[in-house]
């Protein structure tokens, strides 16, 4: 019975709110870990309380779950409830009213103008043969130029960057749109990259063989590069620059792009907009990004900071 719940909330996730893909898997992870918690107690999704629902959260913490695992948790748990109440199979949601655990106030990682620009250098020679190297340079060079995050960047179709672009259609979150405004670089590295791909998808058609619909393609089963095949390459850009690896990832490259336009007097709304954030207040984050960098200035460059 609670796995047919499960199963159930998740279809009407996927089809009454067209959530994304990594956010169904991660609330399906989430729902299996709780309901398996609850056959340990003895009880079931059917007759799990408030009490159950706070004691599976203290667990969660023993376990040295970080805060927005937790915060994530509680809210797959609220809406499997709410559907639930929703769909008549229980009279209550017994998670209501019970608070988060809040997120962590960290600040997001970021990079230098000049990090950004070694990271851009490393990608242009990194590859076994011109083809990777092609791809490599129009794949961060994108990142870069428009902010989007990985998953965004990987399922980009090919037909969105044919005509030479000015301005880059994504689709986002929850099947949102936006337009990004594309710079000279990564103009010249795509259409350099299409050029490639356009002999390469001639040499197929040539064999009877289909080309991927994706700018970015793999032999793979979703047909294109895979975020973590993403993430790999993008460590290796780091170690090949001489950054280091542990603060470049692909959305420490979305963090870098909302922060050096911040820094170069782009306002909030414009880069909400261009992030794709729902609301701005997870766009303030890089206010505080910025505060501490100006900080970090005057602490190292003015007279009267000096001992």
């Known amino acids: 019975m609670s796995l047919q719940w499960i199963s159930a909330f998740l279809e009407a996730q996927a089809a009454e709110l067209d959530a994304a893909k990594n956010t169904q ?18 009880r079931t999704l059917a007759e799990a309380t408030r009490a159950d629902v706070e004691a599976y959260l203290v667990h969660c913490d023993a376990q040295g779950l970080a805060r927005a695992t937790r915060a994530r948790r509680l809210s797959a748990i609220k809406q499997l409830y709410r559907f639930a109440f929703e769909e008549g199979w229980r009279s209550d949601n017994p998670a209501i009213q019970i608070s988060g655990p809040g997120r962590d106030k960290r600040l997001p990682k970021t990079l230098s103008v000049e990090e950004v620009d070694r990271l851009l250098e490393a990608a ?83 064999k009877r063989m289909t080309p991927s619909p994706f700018l970015f393609p793999s032999r793979g089963k979703s047909g294109h590069l895979t975020r973590h095949a993403c993430y790999i390459l993008i460590k290796e850009f780091a170690v090949k620059a001489g950054v280091a690896p542990d603060k470049v990832t692909p959305h420490t490259l979305r963090h870098a792009f909302a922060t050096h336009l911040l820094a170069n007097g782009a306002d909030l709304r414009s880069i909400q907009t261009l992030l794709g954030h729902a609301d701005v207040a997870t766009t303030e984050i890089y206010t505080h990004v910025l505060e501490e960098r100006l900080k970090e200035l005057v602490l190292e460059h003015h007279p009267l900071a000096k001992d």
């Open 25 to 42: 898997l991660a609330y399906a992870r989430d729902l299996k870990d709780f309901d398996q918690w609850l056959s340990g107690q003895s």
């Open 124 to 206: 242009r020679n990194h590859g076994g043969n011109a083809t990777q190297r092609l791809r490599n340079t129009c794949l961060l060079e994108l990142l870069y130029a428009t902010g989007m995050r990985v998953s965004e960047l990987v399922e980009l179709p090919l037909s969105a960057a044919r005509g030479d672009p000015r301005m880059l259609l994504i689709r986002g979150k929850g099947g949102k749109e936006r337009m990004v405004p594309l710079s000279p670089p990564a103009r010249a590295a795509m259409a350099a990259w299409l050029d490639r791909r356009d002999a390469q998808d001639a040499a197929l058609r040539d």
